[in-house]
């Protein structure tokens, strides 16, 4: 019984260091880039856009697509970032506790 009171009180513990790391996530920013640094995409932690430079030698009615794939790029390269941070981040706060394998947090 004593087990699980202690483990009780981790869970606990981990629900409120979860809600301090959900706001940190919120709060980050991370930049992706693409084509060699002529697309910069700029997200927070929940995958929000916050800004985007384009380099202008893009601004060709030829190089259109290429722009477009550039910044799908860029933005996907940001996202990755991002996800990285938070699974880095969640594994740091629950280390040592219990949880199933392949479960993932914040629910």
Sequence with gaps: MRDIMGMMGKLKEMQDKMGSLQ???????VEGTAGGGLVTVKLNGKGHMLGMKVDPSLFKE?????LEDLIIAAHND??????????????ELT???PIPPGMKLPF
């Design 23 to 29: 706001e940190e996530i919120a709060a980050l920013e």
């Design 62 to 66: 030829e190089e259109i697509e290429v």
């Design 78 to 91: 940001a996202k990755g970032k991002a996800e990285a941070e938070l699974q880095k981040r969640t594994q």
């Design 95 to 97: 280390a040592g506790l």
